[in-house]
């Protein structure tokens, strides 16, 4: 079975303050995604990674392939409350149309004004 | 990406009753996905519906207790069966596309008392 551990569970900071995510596997993916939940809805992607040290942007947000592909971190830069939400990795070992997700168990950020 | 619609959103049930919960989504898939997610913690997959055949469930997931039907490319329903307060959760079903990006529906929080 495959495991995604998330680090840390919680974290609550200021507005303004940078922070990073972690997601650690002892297995390979070939891609792993990186999503953000608010409450009363579903999780919304926010960047799929496939390439061994991979570097993505998304505005504030930075997210890193690990080179090995166990792993991956998301960094957000001067946060904001609107960055407040559960960020989940999950993580695929299949192509095309027929794939599953292994979700990691979230980190729940909390951007305080 | 796809727009997914799910009802009802929330719904309080008495135990030993059964809920069926309903996801549309605007364009033909092949598979949809549906997942829970119990109070803070991650998304574990029940069910994958595959149009015109039956539903192939996970680990600890049987039909009796989550029945999904699938008729048609753009329709899924999954049932909870004579719940418990145990089954107090969110139920998202989610769609994917090549690459494994998956694209969720607002979920439906369910409370059994």
């Known amino acids: 079975t495959q495991l995604l551990e998330q680090s840390p569970q919680f974290l609550s900071i200021q507005e303004g303050e940078n922070l990073t995510v972690y997601c650690n596997s002892s297995?390979?993916?070939?891609?792993l995604q990186w999503y953000r939940q608010e409450p009363g809805e579903g999780p919304v992607l926010l960047v799929t990674v496939v390439t061994g040290g991979e570097v993505k942007k998304l505005k504030r947000l930075t997210f890193q392939f690990g080179d090995a592909r166990k792993d991956s971190s998301l960094h957000i830069t001067a946060a904001q409350p609107g960055d407040t939400g559960l960020y989940l990795c999950?993580?695929?070992?299949?192509?095309?149309?027929?794939?599953?997700?292994?979700f990691g168990k979230g980190t729940l950020l909390t951007v305080n004004p | 990406s796809a727009v997914i619609s799910q009802k009802p959103s929330r719904d309080i049930c008495q135990r030993g009753t059964s809920l069926t919960i309903q996801c549309q989504v605007d364009?033909?898939?092949?598979?949809m996905f549906w997942y829970r997610q119990q109070p803070g913690q991650s998304l574990t997959l029940i069910a994958t519906?595959?149009?015109?055949?039956?539903?192939?469930?996970e680990s600890g997931f049987v039909i009796d207790k989550f029945p999904i039907s699938r008729p048609n490319l753009t329709f899924s329903t999954l049932t909870v069966s004579n719940m418990s307060p145990e089954d107090s959760s969110i139920y998202l079903c989610?769609?994917?596309?090549?690459?494994?990006?998956?694209?969720f529906g607002q979920g439906t929080r369910l409370t059994v008392v």
């Open positions: 297995s390979v993916f070939s891609s």
């Open positions: 364009s033909q898939v092949t598979m």
């Open positions: 989610s769609v994917g596309r090549g690459g494994a990006e998956a694209f």
């Open positions: 519906a595959n149009q015109g055949s039956e539903a192939t469930y």
């Open positions: 999950a993580g695929s070992n299949s192509g095309g149309s027929n794939y599953k997700l292994t």
